[in-house]
Nanobody
Framework: EVQLVESGGGLVQAGGSLRLSCVGS????????IGWFRQAPGKEREEVSC????????KYADSVKDRFTISSDNAKKTVYLQMNRLKPEDTAVYYC??????????????WGQGTQVTVSS
């Protein structure tokens, strides 16, 4: 059974940093992408960043480019999201999932439980 577990969220002041982790288990192999997504209260879930497990190719939403960095440790089956210069508008529940878009991730159906990130002004 494929499982994804996020950790690392918390409360931080604006300008601060957090590192989120997404640990996967039950993967058999092959090419796949792991995405980070977020959902703020009253808003739709949105893509934040994505990384390919084989080629390491990365993508970022414009709103987080140059502030967030996604990376992976395939041996540990872990994907990280380093978040720097956090802003209050980054406040959301952050999820990892298989897939780079919400539509693909929903179709595949492998989501973590989410971790809360709160940025105070």
């Amino acid at each position: 059974e494929v499982q994804l577990v996020e950790s690392g969220g918390g409360l931080v002041q604006a300008g601060g940093s957090l590192r989120l982790s997404c640990v996967g288990s039950g993967f058999i192999g092959g090419d796949y992408n792991i995405g980070w997504f977020r959902q703020a209260p009253g808003k739709e879930r949105e893509e934040v960043s994505c990384i390919g497990n084989r080629d390491g190719a990365t993508k970022y939403a414009d709103s987080v480019k140059d502030r967030f960095t996604i990376s992976s440790d395939n041996a540990k089956k872990t994907v990280y999201l380093q978040m720097n210069r956090l802003k209050p508008e980054d406040t959301a529940v952050y999820y990892c999932a298989i897939g780079c878009s919400v539509a693909i991730a929903n179709n595949l159906g492998y989501w973590g439980q989410g971790t809360q990130v709160t940025v105070s002004s």
